[in-house]
């Protein structure tokens, strides 16, 4: 039997309010169902219900909320099903470019109605973060995006303390 658990309410990693919800199969994890909002549609916001397995491939999706093009945008809830043109069911956003073909990835847009899909793509990159834990745009954990951030700069927060300590010594002796 299919449960599902108690909601937890976060922010996405475009600031705006997500919800994940665990799903439970025989008492088991068995994936979450997330909401998000993209604020990159035509229309303006986009709310968007994902369905990810314990994998995080996709199992299905809602639109919950939208002001899209009518007869365009407005094809979301049935564009990108199973069976449709732009199938994104089935498809692992950790391991499969999902963003539209225009911009060099396997996602088919809507015809007409690129900034509408490309916001959808950027609904699914949101979810995925919400449901993984990292960040959307870098799949990093957060842990990590700030330990990769750190080597890049070659600081840490010890070493930031630090030059700030030595600057103020070095003011304060002249």
Known sequence: MDTVGEAVVTTSSNGLEATKFPVFKDGKPAGAAVQVITAKGFGGNITLMFGFDNEGNLTGYNCLAMAE???????????????????VIGKNPGKNNLTVSKDGGEV?????????????????????????????????????????????????????????DASNNETNNQ
């Open 69 to 87: 093009t009518p007869g365009l945008g407005s094809k979301i809830p049935q564009w990108f099903v199973e069976g449709g043109k732009g199938n």
């Open 108 to 164: 088919n847009a809507i015809t007409a109605a690129t900034i509408s899909s490309r916001a959808f793509c950027d609904a699914i990159a949101q979810a995925y973060g919400v449901f993984t834990e990292t960040d959307a745009k870098t799949a990093a954990t957060p842990k990590a995006y700030a330990a990769e951030a750190d080597s890049e700069t070659g600081d840490d927060a010890g070493d930031q303390e630090e030059a700030q």
